[in-house]
């Protein structure tokens, strides 16, 4: 697998297919993955021998304090090759988030184990996730 941090169209169209499979990102539009991916501070994808891409994830971060996590997903043929901890090593050792003191990211609670292996807990003290939606 070959890493590239800037995704060509032919790698966001594939992406949105990617998208289009998981019940968390079905909804989005092409336009949507496109802005997504152009507005994120860092982008990770994992392309296979033939350039298609095999796994993705994004980071919206401050460079200092936090980095979040977003995205993480591999394509369906390519799971349980460690692709997804690949990723999140990528993330954490990138030379423009050395400084960040937490990353953090969201999961359901069956990928709490798999987050758990690559230094992540859910031990955050009282802090809670809030939403609300933008009218």
Same mark, same amino acid.
């Given at each position: 697998m070959k890493t590239i941090y800037e995704l060509s169209d032919?790698?966001?169209g594939q992406?949105?297919?990617l998208y289009?499979?998981?019940w968390w990102s079905k909804a989005r539009t092409l336009e949507d993955s496109r802005k997504c991916v152009a507005n994120s501070q860092l982008c990770v994808a994992l392309?296979?021998?033939?350039d298609n891409l095999a796994g993705f994830a994004r980071?919206?971060?401050d460079f200092t304090?936090?980095? #979040? +996590?977003?995205?993480v997903i591999v394509c369906e043929n390519q799971r349980g090759k460690g692709l997804g901890?690949? #990723? +999140?090593g990528l993330i954490k050792s990138h030379e423009k988030l050395s400084a960040v003191t937490h990353f953090e990211l969201y999961c359901l609670p069956g990928m709490n184990d798999f987050y758990a292996k690559y230094g992540f807990t859910t031990e955050v003290g009282s802090i809670q996730l809030m939403r609300c939606d933008n009218a």
């Open positions: 032919k790698h966001i992406l949105h297919q289009q499979n998981e392309v296979d021998s033939q980071v919206l971060t304090f936090k980095a #979040l +996590i977003f995205d901890g690949k #990723l +999140i």
